[in-house]
């Protein structure tokens, strides 16, 4: 099979396509067909020698992806739940060695979950770390409540972009940062105001919001403290909480907490749910073909890009 591997760490031109053997799926694994994937600003840290580059070093080649929509071509021992012929999706092993960019993926049989049928394998593949991510923060970590009022920021993106549709569909008050140029996008995406960020600091234009949920990291959290009333809650995937934010937002009456997405069927059949109902849609700004795997992490890397961008193989 054709797989992309990164030689070494560092730009996009370190990326080369190989042929490398099919894998072979082990017990509770699946193998599939992959039809699409998608990139998140994960991948170019990764690609870059950061986030989870050395942990993939160890299991070289480097195959960088975890976010795969297509078909289960093979089954391991022990897997019940999928067929042959089955359409599906999902994030798989993050945080380890996901390896989904590649003309077929092997992955654990409970990270996936069946794609809706309507739904596009470029929007399905759209639908995963970032939605999951949204998904587990939202509910999971900082337990949003209807009524509740939610900072989004970076709303127009990859996670933001998703975090919006689920805030409103928990029932709260949704605040999105973002620049002018995707203010109306923001506000398409259900959000009850938006605050362009270029215009003047945002912790100046928003108070006594309930949760922040940041994925920007630098000292965009330590900034939120101060639009967050005693008892709310701060949610960082991207870093910048430090000991000492921890500490401050601790002073404060503030729960600050980091996450890390995890793997997960059950929430992707959540997922899958709200995208048949329509309750949540995909943004795909633009689609790559398989050799155009360095333009789209130069994409990614302009940390500009509304909603999600995807690779069609």
Same mark, same amino acid.
């Given at each position: 099979?054709?797989?992309?591997i990164?030689?070494?760490?560092?730009?996009?031109?370190?990326? +080369?396509?190989?042929?490398?053997?099919?894998?072979?799926?082990?017990?509770?694994?699946?193998?599939?067909?992959?039809?699409?994937?998608?990139?998140?600003?994960?991948?170019?840290?990764?690609?870059?020698?950061?986030?989870?580059?050395?942990?993939?070093?160890?299991?070289?080649?480097?195959?960088?992806?975890?976010?795969?929509?297509?078909?289960?071509?093979?089954?391991?021992?022990?897997?019940?739940?999928?067929?042959?012929?089955?359409?599906?999706?999902?994030?798989?092993?993050?945080?380890?060695?996901?390896?989904?960019?590649? &003309?077929?993926?092997?992955?654990?049989?409970?990270? /996936?979950? %069946?794609?809706?049928?309507?739904?596009?394998?470029?929007?399905?593949?759209?639908?995963?770390?970032?939605?999951?991510?949204?998904?587990?923060? /939202?509910?999971? +970590?900082?337990?949003? @409540?209807?009524? &509740?009022?939610?900072?989004?920021?970076?709303?127009?993106?990859?996670?933001?972009?998703?975090a919006? +549709?689920?805030?409103?569909?928990?029932g709260?008050?949704?605040? #999105?940062?973002?620049?002018?140029?995707?203010?109306?996008?923001?506000?398409?995406?259900?959000?009850?105001?938006?605050?362009?960020?270029?215009?003047?600091?945002?912790?100046?234009?928003?108070?006594?919001? %309930?949760?922040?949920?940041?994925?920007?990291?630098?000292?965009?959290?330590?900034?939120?403290? @101060?639009?967050?009333?005693?008892?709310?809650?701060?949610?960082?995937?991207?870093?910048?909480?430090?000991?000492?934010?921890?500490?401050?937002?601790?002073?404060?009456?503030?729960?600050?907490?980091?996450?890390?997405?995890q793997?997960n069927?059950d929430?992707?059949?959540?997922?899958?749910?709200?995208?048949e109902? #329509?309750?949540?849609?995909?943004?795909?700004?633009?689609?790559?073909?398989?050799?155009?795997?360095?333009?789209?992490? +130069?994409?990614?890397?302009?940390?500009?890009t509304?909603?999600?961008?995807?690779?069609?193989?």
């Amino acid at each position: 099979m054709k797989a992309i591997i990164l030689k070494e760490a560092g730009g996009p031109e370190n990326f +080369q396509v190989v042929e490398i053997p099919t894998p072979e799926p082990k017990a509770g694994e699946v193998l599939i067909k992959v039809k699409a994937f998608s990139i998140n600003p994960v991948d170019m840290k990764t690609r870059k020698g950061l986030a989870l580059y050395n942990t993939l070093k160890q299991d070289e080649p480097v195959i960088l992806g975890w976010d795969v929509a297509g078909e289960v071509v093979a089954l391991g021992e022990g897997v019940e739940n999928f067929e042959l012929e089955d359409c599906v999706f999902g994030m798989v092993n993050f945080p380890g060695h996901g390896k989904a960019y590649a &003309e077929y993926v092997a992955a654990p049989a409970n990270h /996936l979950a %069946d794609q809706p049928d309507l739904i596009t394998d470029e929007a399905a593949a759209a639908s995963t770390l970032a939605a999951l991510s949204a998904w587990q923060v /939202l509910l999971q +970590q900082a337990k949003v @409540q209807p009524g &509740e009022r939610v900072l989004i920021h970076a709303a127009a993106g990859g996670v933001g972009h998703f975090a919006v +549709q689920i805030a409103k569909y928990i029932g709260a008050f949704v605040i #999105g940062t973002g620049s002018s140029s995707n203010y109306d996008f923001i506000k398409e995406l259900g959000a009850d105001e938006t605050i362009d960020y270029t215009d003047e600091p945002f912790e100046d234009q928003v108070k006594e919001v %309930d949760v922040v949920f940041d994925t920007v990291g630098g000292d965009n959290p330590l900034r939120s403290l @101060q639009t967050l009333k005693s008892g709310g809650r701060i949610v960082a995937i991207a870093g910048g909480l430090t000991d000492e934010v921890k500490k401050l937002a601790a002073e404060k009456n503030i729960t600050a907490i980091s996450y890390l997405v995890q793997s997960n069927a059950d929430d992707m059949e959540q997922i899958a749910e709200l995208l048949e109902a #329509g309750t949540i849609k995909p943004h795909v700004s633009k689609v790559y073909s398989f050799n155009q795997i360095a333009e789209a992490h +130069q994409q990614i890397e302009t940390s500009k890009t509304r909603g999600k961008i995807v690779v069609v193989v």
